[in-house]
């Protein structure tokens, strides 16, 4: 049977099938495969690079923004980097069969908590061929099946990149059926996908936050929720002006792109005279747009009057919000109002003051005199980075190979009843 | 303002601007306050019964069945007992504030994983008083706020206790919002709770099979899927028959009504002949109804014909299903289809079969040589169970206090920016 002809129902049958044997490959295993999948990668580079050339062509008639077209664009030296990130993925300790909890009853039952695979992994995400690769080698490494549906953008090159991956598993003799992927189905593919409760055993889209909030609202498969991130950094009233500026400025203008750069600035009032002027100008040294309240367009020169919706904004951009509040409580009902709950960092040299703002914030990752942009899970030293979760459930944070993995409790008796 | 004017929207706000201060109270506050709701339920006792008796008889008049009348019954014992699990809850260790996972990066920054609440733990559950007070210590236990919707048939029982409940909070100088109800709103109060995403952090459903499925369905909140347990228990080629029917007998018989009582038992044919007629035997005489297919009733007599509904049956009742399969690969296929992933377990002398068994079966929790009744937060030591989590996120099997919190990363640094 040709898979072309398949539903993506039964696609995804065919996933969780397949998932039996990936959950049962050793260490040894996943890391030969993972190699030999990069190889496949290499090996087929000029057939992924042309396939590129034909979503690139058709994006471009189709009007997608020169930004959406890069971030598309495959050429031989990004197909050689997906593979050697998967090579990267490889080599990485196995998160599967680590013992969490280990204890003998009273009666005599041996009781381990032994992490499992969860089974089969969905993902939802934008037209980035990178992410194709990048979780199907995270999900693959942990020992589950995985189900994409990119952007339809990058149908071709997502055929191309799979259809080398799948290669791989058949010549190792891993049942192709492991890797599965949608796109061909449009939007049906992806609402199938997040109705396939019992069959995909999690969902992690990636993506714009409206994005998220579609597959976080409408999926009845369990969803980790990644990504957006409305970051505060608040520049306490002992904050040193060095440091203080060095953080937003790093915060912010390192990399505006990503979810872990600053988006607002909160200023105590009482260092906003000898503060907001100094790191105002190191933003505009370094290229920001600053959007102030109106103390902020008293204190500093050169500031964008802000407006409501300043506040809410992930600008994604050379652009920052800047707001002088009265006190710490003030910061915090600030926080508490606009924080999408991913990072936010207070510098200070008053160590109850971080404390308090280290206890009461309540985000993902939570900092004292460091640049929010540490929120990575390469710079945590999980090695990889799965997504960087923002909520409670689950995993909380940056997620490495472990959150991609479950538990079970395996019991040993030799006879036990209940009395 | 009065309570009763506000919305289920309103009254959910509330809990979660209460739940801050829940989350900074510390162990000896949570033990104090737990104790303090415990005496204001037996103070309370009579208050208590007399609304009772208003669902009672709003309950026999609209036809509940015996069974359902009974569960809904609280007389002065119940209510003692009640207030007794309060006071066994409070004596157990604070989950919150644990460290979990600690290290200092190469550039010094240092990192904490610490347990903090979720924040507002919401449930959804069916007309039994009990869970009205044991989710509510559960989840201040554990520094969270609740939101409780209990069945409208116990609505005046639930008012009593959540009245109770709330004035030792604010005899205590706890927020008495951080336990609210929605009986009120009938079902609107079901659906506002499903769509609280961003107020209510967790649901956790409690009841029956139907009732789960419509929160994991319909949920945008993140929903712990707790309960339904089509459990099963594999007599491989080697089981010793005495362990056999002891462990069938027990996992059936010792409680059939709970989640992790057995509903099917499946027997290898190599030892069908041995072991049918007198498992068989024993279920019996302990007045279970015995529902085989057709090599059970060749086998052993009074077995009633199963058809295809036993094997998917929960039955909850001194009713079990039993088939002969073909071998192990069999039984694998077998729980594959029927199991909702609760608890499986083999019986036998074979080593290599027992270890098959548990690396294959995909539940929650996978035993050898033990009952099925062993799976339960009291028996696993955790002091008190939140439910038993048939889900793969967060949370899976027996789920005590801890799995009542989330984590956050604390990372405090001295200037850090990242290069």
Redesign the interface.
Same mark, same amino acid.
């Given at each position: 049977m040709t898979v072309t002809t398949l539903g993506a129902r039964e696609r995804m049958l065919l996933a969780q099938r397949a998932s039996?044997q990936i959950a049962?490959l050793d260490d040894a295993a996943k890391t030969a495969l993972l190699g030999a999948i990069a190889d496949a990668i290499d090996r087929d580079s000029e057939e992924i690079v042309a396939a590129n050339r034909v979503d690139l062509e058709r994006g471009a008639e189709s009007g997608l923004s020169a930004s959406l077209l890069d971030r598309l664009t495959l050429d031989e030296a990004r197909v050689g980097a997906l593979a050697e990130a998967v090579r990267e993925v490889a080599g990485l300790p196995d998160p599967v069969a680590r013992v969490l909890e280990e /204890?003998t009853?009273p009666n005599g039952?041996h009781?381990q908590?032994v992490s $499992?695979p #969860? &089974?089969v992994v969905g993902s939802i995400y934008e037209a980035r061929p990178n992410v194709t690769v990048d979780i199907a080698a995270l999900a693959l490494r942990s020992g589950n099946a995985v189900v994409l549906r990119g952007g339809t953008a990058a149908e071709q090159t997502n055929a191309a990149l799979v259809a080398a991956m799948r290669s791989a598993l058949t010549e190792n003799g891993v049942d192709a059926d492991a890797i599965q992927t949608l796109d061909a189905f449009g939007r049906d593919g992806a609402t199938e996908l997040m109705n396939a409760?019992g069959i995909v055993? +999690?969902l992690v889209p990636r993506g714009s936050a409206q994005l998220i909030e579609t597959v +976080? @609202?409408q999926s009845?498969v369990? +969803? *980790?929720e990644t990504g957006a991130g409305v970051v505060h950094v608040y520049l306490d009233e002992s904050a040193?002006l060095e440091?203080a500026s060095? *953080?937003v $400025? =790093?915060?912010k203008a390192?990399r505006p792109s990503v979810c872990n750069a600053a988006e607002t600035v909160l200023v105590h009032a009482g260092a906003a005279e000898r503060i907001v002027a100094p790191v105002v100008a190191a933003l505009h040294a370094a290229g920001v747009t600053v959007h102030g309240d109106d103390a902020v367009v008293r204190l500093a020169d050169g500031i964008v009057p802000a407006t409501e919706e300043d506040w809410a904004t992930e600008y994604m951009s050379l652009d920052i919000a800047m707001r002088v509040v009265d006190d710490m409580d003030d910061a915090l009902d600030h926080i508490r109002r606009y924080s999408t709950h991913h990072t936010e960092?207070i510098i200070t040299d008053d160590d109850a003051a971080?404390e308090r703002f280290?206890?009461?914030v309540?985000?993902?990752?939570?900092?004292? =005199?460091?640049?929010t942009? #540490? @929120?990575d899970g390469g710079? #945590?030293?999980f090695g990889a980075e799965v997504g960087i979760s923002t %909520? /409670?459930?689950?995993a909380?944070?940056?997620m490495g190979l472990r959150e991609l993995t479950? @538990? /079970?409790?395996? $019991?040993? &008796?030799? &006879? %036990? +009843?209940?009395g």
């Amino acid at each position: 049977m040709t898979v072309t002809t398949l539903g993506a129902r039964e696609r995804m049958l065919l996933a969780q099938r397949a998932s039996r044997q990936i959950a049962r490959l050793d260490d040894a295993a996943k890391t030969a495969l993972l190699g030999a999948i990069a190889d496949a990668i290499d090996r087929d580079s000029e057939e992924i690079v042309a396939a590129n050339r034909v979503d690139l062509e058709r994006g471009a008639e189709s009007g997608l923004s020169a930004s959406l077209l890069d971030r598309l664009t495959l050429d031989e030296a990004r197909v050689g980097a997906l593979a050697e990130a998967v090579r990267e993925v490889a080599g990485l300790p196995d998160p599967v069969a680590r013992v969490l909890e280990e /204890k003998t009853l009273p009666n005599g039952l041996h009781l381990q908590k032994v992490s $499992v695979p #969860f &089974g089969v992994v969905g993902s939802i995400y934008e037209a980035r061929p990178n992410v194709t690769v990048d979780i199907a080698a995270l999900a693959l490494r942990s020992g589950n099946a995985v189900v994409l549906r990119g952007g339809t953008a990058a149908e071709q090159t997502n055929a191309a990149l799979v259809a080398a991956m799948r290669s791989a598993l058949t010549e190792n003799g891993v049942d192709a059926d492991a890797i599965q992927t949608l796109d061909a189905f449009g939007r049906d593919g992806a609402t199938e996908l997040m109705n396939a409760r019992g069959i995909v055993d +999690v969902l992690v889209p990636r993506g714009s936050a409206q994005l998220i909030e579609t597959v +976080v @609202t409408q999926s009845s498969v369990p +969803v *980790i929720e990644t990504g957006a991130g409305v970051v505060h950094v608040y520049l306490d009233e002992s904050a040193p002006l060095e440091r203080a500026s060095s *953080i937003v $400025v =790093n915060a912010k203008a390192q990399r505006p792109s990503v979810c872990n750069a600053a988006e607002t600035v909160l200023v105590h009032a009482g260092a906003a005279e000898r503060i907001v002027a100094p790191v105002v100008a190191a933003l505009h040294a370094a290229g920001v747009t600053v959007h102030g309240d109106d103390a902020v367009v008293r204190l500093a020169d050169g500031i964008v009057p802000a407006t409501e919706e300043d506040w809410a904004t992930e600008y994604m951009s050379l652009d920052i919000a800047m707001r002088v509040v009265d006190d710490m409580d003030d910061a915090l009902d600030h926080i508490r109002r606009y924080s999408t709950h991913h990072t936010e960092s207070i510098i200070t040299d008053d160590d109850a003051a971080a404390e308090r703002f280290l206890a009461e914030v309540d985000s993902a990752v939570v900092m004292a =005199n460091a640049s929010t942009r #540490f @929120t990575d899970g390469g710079e #945590f030293g999980f090695g990889a980075e799965v997504g960087i979760s923002t %909520q /409670k459930l689950h995993a909380r944070g940056p997620m490495g190979l472990r959150e991609l993995t479950s @538990t /079970k409790w395996v $019991v040993r &008796g030799s &006879g %036990q +009843v209940r009395g």
